[in-house]
């Protein structure tokens, strides 16, 4: 049943017009996986995703990404069938209308565009940083309850934002992530090591800085909510706020300046991106 709030999903190209070609993509990769014997779980942890996005990808609900066109090419004995359709799926990757629901357009579209974004998590990993199967783990378990195809919607729609991190010039970006949010195992072990194990992929990026905030430290300068700080191109910074599904974009500049003073006192007190590296693997090795 659909939600009556939600029109019906679309694909991550039906918008642009490209549709067939990331459904054509999925039949020959689908095709393809079966020849060699693989199901979709075997193959995604070959290519670094989990069974439902290879699904996705499959069905053309979700991009396949160069990455794994490229992987894919070797391992199903593809003979350069793939790694010709990457500059197309290049060019339509870059095409990609942002579709999230009405309230979250204004935002989406300054997120893309921006060259700074700084982002406090206090409960949760923040959707630029989530996996497939973590993303899809937050929505399945909403209330009210959201039908099938809206979780798959959802969870396209955030994994195509993550393409910021590809841009060039890249943008700054920068995280406080509470360290409760690493203790949480959202989606059971599997699904929390491969998020964790994000992180430190992420963290690894030149444009990109993690930091963790210890449960120890006696002293916290925010304890309000999760945040997120932007500024975009030829503009401003503004801030966001998101509770209990009402969102909220900040403008006036001395309540921005507020919020960024917060943050620049908690980069201070939380771990250094290195030490955070470390915290990270610790707890990997714990699971």
Do not use: C
Not at 256 to 270: D, H, L, N, Q
């Amino acid at each position: 049943m659909k939600d009556e709030r939600e029109r019906r999903p679309e694909t991550p190209a039906e918008s642009d017009g490209t549709t067939g070609l990331f459904t054509a993509l999925g039949k020959m990769l689908k095709l393809l996986r079966e020849r060699k014997g693989l199901t979709q779980r075997e193959f995604g942890q070959l290519v670094g995703y989990g069974p439902d996005a290879i699904s996705s990808m499959e069905r053309g609900v979700r991009i396949i990404r160069p990455e794994v066109l490229e992987q894919a090419d070797g391992l199903l004995d593809a003979g350069g069938l793939f790694r010709q359709a990457i500059p197309e799926v290049r060019e339509a990757m870059g095409r990609v209308r942002t579709r999230h629901p009405e309230w979250y357009r204004g935002y989406a579209a300054l997120e893309a565009e921006a060259v700074e974004l700084h982002h406090y998590s206090n409960h949760a990993v923040h959707g630029l940083l989530q996996t497939p199967e973590h993303a899809h783990a937050v929505f399945a378990k909403r209330r009210p309850l959201l039908s099938e195809e809206t979780i798959e919607k959802r969870v396209a729609d955030r994994i195509t934002r993550q393409q910021i991190f590809e841009r060039w010039p890249a943008p700054v970006v920068s995280y406080v992530i509470e360290e409760v949010v690493l203790e949480r195992p959202i989606g059971g072990r599997e699904v929390h090591t491969a998020q964790l194990q994000r992180l430190l992929m992420v963290s690894t990026m030149r444009s990109v800085e993690i930091q963790v905030m210890p449960t120890r430290v006696e002293d916290h300068p925010n304890l309000g909510s999760a945040f997120n700080l932007l500024t975009p191109k030829k503009h401003p910074q503004v801030a966001y706020t998101e509770a209990q599904g009402y969102p909220r974009l900040i403008t006036d500049p001395e309540e921005v300046r507020k919020i960024a003073e917060r943050y620049g006192i908690m980069r201070a007190m939380a771990l250094s991106p290195t030490e955070t590296r470390r915290l990270i693997e610790k707890k990997l090795e714990e699971l």
